[in-house]
Structure formats: structure tokens, C-alpha cells
């Protein structure tokens, strides 16, 4: 069983960035995927950015070059680095673990961007 808890949402103005933030806990080693999605009231979730075991990255086009995923192995937790914000990323943003078996979810954390 894997636990993840996001942090780092808040509201920030268009142009200026955030830092999210997942730790994960439990069984941590059975991780091999780690990915940022995010979800607008109404819409369905779509995926943001990826990071895989190997540490190779993938962004959804509408932020790359702005989103920077990233992993600290150490304290089992990923990032998100959010530059350049834009209204249309406001957002609730989930972070999602996966494993051979199993995806995981947090709770996730609102980022509001403000013009």
C-alpha cells in the first residue's frame, strides 16, 4: 500500500511560479512511475507530466517548457516546478504513483492562478 500527500498549492498571479510537492509512504520501493495530473470542475483529469524510474520525463504539450517533474529518492517524494503560470492552469492537481500492480492517488492540491 502506497500513501501520497500533495503540497504546495496556493494561488498565485499569471507569469509567476509554484513548487507541488508529493511524499509518498508505505511501500514505497514497489514505485516505478510517478505522475502529475490535474482536473478542472467538470472536465476530466488529464496528465501533466511523468517521470519514470529511469528518470525520463514526459510533459503534456500545453506546459512544456514551463513544468519541470522531478524526483528526490531520498525523501520518496516528487515535484512539480510550475514557471510561468497561466490561467488556464488553474487547476486541482493530483499526484498519482504507479506500480507493476497498482496505480495510487493523493488527495490532491488547488493551484489557482490569478490574472
Known amino acids: 500500500q502506497v500513501q501520497l500527500q500533495e503540497s504546495g498549492g496556493g494561488l498565485v498571479q499569471a507569469g509567476g511560479n509554484l513548487r507541488l510537492s508529493c511524499a509518498a509512504s508505505?511501500?514505497?520501493?514497489?514505485?516505478?512511475?510517478m505522475a502529475w495530473y490535474r482536473q478542472v470542475s467538470g472536465k476530466q483529469r488529464e496528465l501533466v507530466a511523468v517521470?519514470?524510474?529511469?528518470?525520463?520525463?514526459n510533459y503534456a504539450d500545453s506546459v512544456k517548457g514551463r513544468f519541470t517533474i522531478s524526483r528526490d529518492s531520498a525523501k520518496n517524494t516528487v515535484y512539480l516546478q510550475m514557471n510561468s503560470l497561466k490561467n488556464e492552469d488553474t487547476a486541482v492537481y493530483y499526484c498519482?504513483?504507479?506500480?507493476?500492480?497498482?496505480?495510487?492517488w493523493g488527495q490532491g492540491t488547488q493551484v489557482t492562478v490569478s490574472s
Open positions: 498519482n504513483a504507479g506500480s507493476m500492480w497498482k496505480n495510487y
Open positions: 508505505g511501500s514505497v520501493v514497489s514505485i516505478n512511475v
Open positions: 517521470i519514470g524510474s529511469g528518470g525520463t520525463t
